[in-house]
């Protein structure tokens, strides 16, 4: 095995780094229990993996092998997930919708023995609405957030909410408006996540808003401004590194993007150029980035 990090249960290291399924594939099965193996012997200790609708396999089975591996597991919501479902939805029932979905992903997170729950909870990508957030959303929004945060702390899993630019999401853009509803939402177990590719059009400053996030940054997502392997783009990555050693606890970087190329599904999730045809080369060359930043 190469070098790793630092055993994932003790999390003594300040950088925990590791990557998202789809950098090598759309759906999870039982069957893939080897990119784990594939991800951990790449010297990474996190993976995410991604739940929805579309998605079967047995997550006793995968909580056992990641806990063998000392691999850090976090889940995701970036599969079929029903537009009905939206806890920010002025309409009370696709907020209660909303509510009992994120609930039994929550649950199927804790039976993966993943530490975090982690998306655009807060309303659903992809939901845009070209007008001004209102009050009511941010309302609905931190209320709920509230209720499933204490409701995952029961499973011993982290809620984390990520931004997304204004393409895929009108309500919670940036680390600042992020902070603010994990301000009004007020639960300990409520965290924030970053991710490099959403900020290049929402942030100004990469340092000052990994600053205004520091009180509840879980990670950051990290990719190039054009989801490729991390270096050599538009994305400020002294900045980023410089203000995540003010953090004084540790921080997880997940490299994430879509597998493209003949095999992959990036035209899927509206990525046209062959950004990632090889899992591995990709963790390979961002891994040795991004450890280059830090050192």
Not at 205 to 210: N, R
Request: with cysteine; proline share 5%; net charge negative.
């Amino acid at each position: 095995m190469k070098n790793s990090t630092a055993d994932p249960s003790f999390l003594a290291d300040k950088y925990i780094f590791g990557a998202h399924q789809f950098l090598w594939k759309q759906i999870w099965t039982d069957e893939d229990l080897k990119i784990l193996d594939e991800a951990r012997n790449l010297g990474l200790s996190l993976f995410e993996v991604s739940l929805g609708e579309d998605v079967h396999f047995d997550y006793r089975r995968l909580n056992s092998h990641a806990r063998d591996l000392k691999m850090e597991l976090s889940i995701g919501p970036g599969n079929v997930w029903d537009m009905d479902c939206d806890i920010s939805h002025d309409d009370p029932a696709m907020r209660d919708k909303g509510i009992a979905w994120h609930k039994k992903i929550i649950e199927r997170a804790a039976e993966c023995g993943a530490k975090a729950y982690c998306g655009a909870i807060y309303s659903h990508p992809g939901r845009v609405c070209r007008r001004e957030p209102l009050k009511e959303e941010m309302y609905y929004a931190a209320e709920n957030l509230h209720l499933l945060a204490e409701f995952a702390d029961d499973f011993h899993v982290r809620l984390v909410i990520e931004p997304m630019s204004r393409f895929r999401n009108h309500l919670i853009n940036n680390a600042l408006q992020a902070s603010k509803l994990a301000v009004m939402a007020d639960h300990p177990n409520l965290s924030i996540n970053l991710d490099t590719f959403h900020m290049i059009t929402e942030e100004r400053d990469y340092g000052q808003a990994i600053r205004i996030a520091s009180p509840k940054l879980w990670g950051i997502h990290a990719c190039e401004n054009d989801r490729g392997v991390p270096g050599g783009g538009l994305v400020p990555w002294t900045d980023i590194f410089h203000a995540l050693q003010e953090i004084n606890a540790p921080v997880r970087v997940m490299m994430e993007t879509y597998r493209t190329g003949p095999d992959g599904f990036g035209f899927d999730r509206g990525i046209f150029q062959n950004l990632c045809p090889d899992p591995v080369v990709f963790v390979e060359r961002g891994l040795r980035f991004l450890q280059s930043q830090v050192r």
